[in-house]
């Protein structure tokens, strides 16, 4: 099973509904990968769900469906929780790093952005590939029609 940690920012777009990031979300919904999160992730995901322009447009349901469905997948092994325990600073935004060490610290196989100036520009790091959300979806659907 595929093994990815996806950046904030594509999370919180996917919960806005995004064209192209909603199915990310409904891709982990449908247990096509497993979700790789730290506590930190986690936190950034929320504080940024109740940011008062996201909230607009958002309610305190979905921010809270999106709460439990972590703790469901989490029991049925669709959501790992982290905690890494090596620092990392290889982005050129350490706010980044985080990603990188969750990846790391399962040996994930992608790191999913939309970050073009930090992340992506990485490429790749160690053997975790950085691609961005329409790559990787594009990945989950060739596994898919195996």
């Known amino acids: 099973m595929v ?10 777009r996917a919960m806005l509904k995004g064209k192209i990031t909603a ?3 409904e891709a982990w919904r449908d247990n ?17 769900l109740y940011r008062p322009r996201i909230k607009k447009a958002i309610t305190d ?3 809270e469906e999106l709460r439990n469905l972590i703790e469901e997948k989490r029991r049925m092994g669709y959501a790992l929780l982290v ?4 620092k990392l600073q290889v982005s050129k935004d350490p706010d980044d790093d985080m990603f990188l ?3 790391v610290e399962v040996k994930a196989d992608y ?10 520009s990485l490429q ?11 790559r990787f979806l594009r990945i989950l659907k060739a596994k898919e029609e195996k």
């Not at 096509?32 to 940024?48: A, D, G």
């Not at 790191?111 to 992506?120: S, Y």
């Open 23 to 25: 199915p990310l979300l």
């Open 111 to 120: 790191v999913v952005t939309g970050d073009k100036e930090d992340l992506l």
């Open 3 to 12: 093994k990815a940690v996806v950046d904030t920012n594509l999370f919180v």
């Open 83 to 86: 905690d890494p325990r090596q």
């Open 124 to 134: 790749k790091y160690e053997d975790i590939e950085i691609i961005s959300v329409t």
């Open 61 to 63: 349901d979905e921010i």
């Open 32 to 48: 096509k990968f497993i979700l790789v999160l730290s506590e930190p992730i986690i936190e950034e995901i929320f504080e940024v």
């Open 101 to 103: 060490e969750c990846a």
